[in-house]
C-alpha cells in the first residue's frame, strides 16, 4: 500500500512537471518564437532542469508542436461536442463563437505563435489542424450539421465548405489583428468591443447586412 501511494505521488509531481514545462514554453515560443526560443531559459522559468524537460517532450521541436497541439486540440474538443449536441443551428454558432472569444481572451499568448506559424509557411500548423479534424471527423461532421441545417429549412441552401470556412475567418481574425484593427477603426474600449464580437459575428453571419 505504501509504494503504491509512493506511486501515485510520483505520477502526480511528474504530470505537474510537465505543465509547468509545458505553460513556461508557450510563454517562451509566443515572445521569442521557435527558432529564438532556449531550452535553458524555459527549464529556469518552469522551474525544473533541463533534463526534465528533455525526458517529459524529448525536444525542442517536440515540445513546439506540443503547443499548437494541445491548443487545436482545445478548440476541437468543443466544436465536436457543440455539434453532437446541438439541434439548432443559431444555437450551436453562438456556442462556437463565444467560445473563440473567451479562448482568444484566455489564450492570447497562441495568438503570436499563431502568427508566427503561418508567416514560416504554417507546416506544423497544418499538420496539426489536419490531424485534429481527421481524428475527430470534424470536417463531415460540420458538412453534416450544415446539410441538416438546409434540410430542416433552418438556413437557406449555401455550399457548406464556403460556410464553415467563412464562419471561422469571421471569428478568429479580428483576435489576430486586433492591435491594428483597434487603431483603424478607433476602437477605444477593447474588451467592450470583444464582449459584443460573438453575437454581432453569428448575427452577420446568419442575417447579413440586408434589411427584408
Known amino acids: 500500500m505504501e ?9 502526480i509531481l511528474e504530470k505537474e512537471s510537465a505543465q509547468k514545462i509545458f505553460e513556461a514554453a508557450r510563454d ?7 527558432e529564438g526560443s532556449r ?21 525542442k521541436e ?3 508542436q506540443e503547443v499548437i497541439r494541445e ?3 482545445h478548440i476541437g474538443a468543443f466544436v465536436e461536442q457543440v455539434v453532437i449536441e446541438s439541434d439548432s443551428i443559431e444555437e450551436a454558432l453562438r456556442k462556437i463563437a463565444t467560445f473563440y472569444q473567451r479562448a ?16 514560416s509557411g504554417g507546416e506544423r500548423l497544418r499538420s496539426a489542424f489536419t490531424s485534429e479534424i481527421m481524428q475527430r471527423g470534424l470536417s463531415q461532421r460540420l458538412r453534416n450539421f450544415i446539410e441538416k441545417g438546409k ?6 441552401d449555401r455550399d457548406s465548405t464556403h460556410a464553415i470556412i467563412s464562419f471561422i475567418g469571421m471569428n478568429i481574425f479580428y483576435y489576430m489583428a486586433a492591435p491594428i484593427l483597434n487603431s483603424v477603426w478607433e476602437i477605444k474600449d477593447e474588451q ?6 460573438a453575437k454581432e459575428v453569428v448575427d452577420l453571419f446568419l442575417y447579413g447586412l440586408i434589411a427584408r
Do not use: C, W
Open 3 to 11: 509504494q503504491q501511494k509512493i506511486q501515485q505521488t510520483e505520477k
Open 28 to 34: 517562451e515560443f509566443a515572445r521569442y518564437g521557435l
Open 39 to 59: 531550452v535553458d531559459r524555459i527549464a529556469v522559468s518552469a522551474g525544473v532542469n533541463k533534463a526534465m524537460l528533455y525526458y517529459h517532450f524529448r525536444s
Open 62 to 64: 517536440n515540445l513546439y
Open 71 to 73: 491548443h487545436l486540440t
Open 104 to 119: 482568444f481572451d484566455q489564450r492570447q499568448k497562441f495568438i503570436p505563435i499563431f502568427l508566427r506559424e503561418l508567416a
Open 151 to 156: 434540410s430542416t429549412g433552418q438556413i437557406s
Open 192 to 197: 467592450e468591443f470583444r464582449d459584443k464580437r
